[in-house]
């Protein structure tokens, strides 16, 4: 049997931009994808925590130290720029996992506070 485990949080970031007019996405700082050990276009879901909306959609990078986290597509209207939300990556396994899941926690202008979470097999 396989199981769904959280693989990486990054938690209460601020939403920056909404663009319902994109075709769909989360765009979110590189450096961010990075400390949560996320690929482009894995697959994400995203919790926020100012209104209660959860919605499921995939990560592309934006430009590095921009702090940039923005909310694409129809999913443009289920959040509000300033929202705090957490962005949550899953994967499956078969046996439990030897290492907790990556927590990444940000600042107000979505900066990694220090120290800087490892990277699973770093």
Known sequence: MRREVLRAKLHRAHVTRCDVDYEGSCLLDADLLDAMDAWPYEAVEIYDIT????????????????GELCINGAAAKLVNVGDLVILCCYG????????????????????????????RGA
Request: avoid cysteine; aromatic fraction near 4%; charged fraction near 20%.
């Open 51 to 66: 209104n209660g909306a959860r919605f499921k959609t995939y990560l592309i990078p934006g430009a590095r130290g921009s």
């Open 92 to 119: 499956q396994v078969s046996t439990p996992p030897a290492t907790p899941p990556i927590i990444v926690l940000v600042d107000e202008r979505n900066r990694v506070r220090e120290p800087a979470p490892t990277p």
